[in-house]
């Protein structure tokens, strides 16, 4: 079963977790075999299902987490509900477009591409994608790549899946070539520093050493950062690979 590792921070997740870019849902949309419905499996705060809403009829947002949908932004075309990846109680031939953003590598894979032939019409899109180390200049992108290193011994197990850019995915449909996105994002350093406050590889940091990380690294942030009234443009490559969904057979 799909892991819930966010309900304990859903406002902070909500708050400081990027957004991806509008130009990946128009991309999706042209790809996908009609406009009808789009499932967004694994939602959280539906980050994606609010663009995704901007192309399709209707919006189905799942999510094993029920804290993580009541920070979600209620929008006319999309439907939140809980239900995991594996079951996610939607009817058979449902969706023209299967979305899982930033949570493939929770799943249990094959279960998952079980229910993506169930609930997945003929022909149906399959978009898994995600993102890894953020890129800003030089002096903070040092800082952050230490942060990052310190931490993550403390990152679950599965998220070395999302470390490989999802290169060794393996599911029974046939492959897409993907476009390349990324995410680009005006931030203060407040904020960047709730971002890395959310990772779920620092949250067990403290649970096993009892320090802070984020404290600890505040003081180095603050001077890579330079002056604290300025923004600075962070971005993140988007890791995304497409399938077929394709009924009677196997990719």
């Known amino acids: ?17 990027p957004h991806y870019p509008d130009a990946l849902f128009t991309y ?9 419905r789009a499932w967004d499996c694994a939602t959280g705060n539906g980050q994606a299902a609010l663009p995704l809403a901007a192309h399709f009829e209707e919006v189905v947002a799942t999510d094993l987490s029920s804290a993580q949908l009541a920070e979600a932004t209620a929008h006319p075309r999309v439907r939140y509900q809980v239900g995991t990846a594996e079951e996610s109680g ?10 899982v953003a930033q949570s493939f590598h929770w799943f249990e894979h094959a279960r998952f591409a079980e229910e993506v032939r169930r609930v997945g019409r003929e022909g149906a899109l399959l978009a898994v994608w995600g993102y890894t180390l953020l890129s800003a200049d030089a002096r903070l992108d040092e800082v952050v790549h230490a942060f ?9 197990p599965e998220r070395r899946l999302l470390d490989e850019r999802y290169e060794s995915i393996s599911l029974p449909f046939p492959k897409v070539q993907a476009d390349d996105f ?34 600890e690294m505040r003081a180095a942030l603050e001077r890579a950062w330079g002056d604290p009234r300025k923004t600075k443009t962070i971005s ?6 497409l399938w077929r969904v ?6």
């Open 28 to 36: 999706l949309a042209a790809l996908a075999p009609a406009r009808t």
């Open 90 to 99: 939607l009817p058979d031939d449902h969706a023209d477009l299967i979305a």
């Open 148 to 156: 990052e290193a310190e931490v993550d011994p403390y990152w679950p």
């Open 182 to 215: 990324a995410m680009e994002i005006e931030w203060s350093l407040g904020h960047l520093i709730g971002y890395l406050d959310t990772w779920s590889s620092v949250r067990a940091y403290r649970r096993a050493l009892c320090r802070d990380p984020v404290a």
């Open 1 to 17: 079963m799909s892991k819930d590792l966010f309900s304990e921070r859903s406002h902070d997740y909500a708050r400081y977790r």
């Open 236 to 241: 993140w490559p988007l890791h995304l690979k």
């Open 246 to 251: 394709e009924k009677g057979r196997n990719g």
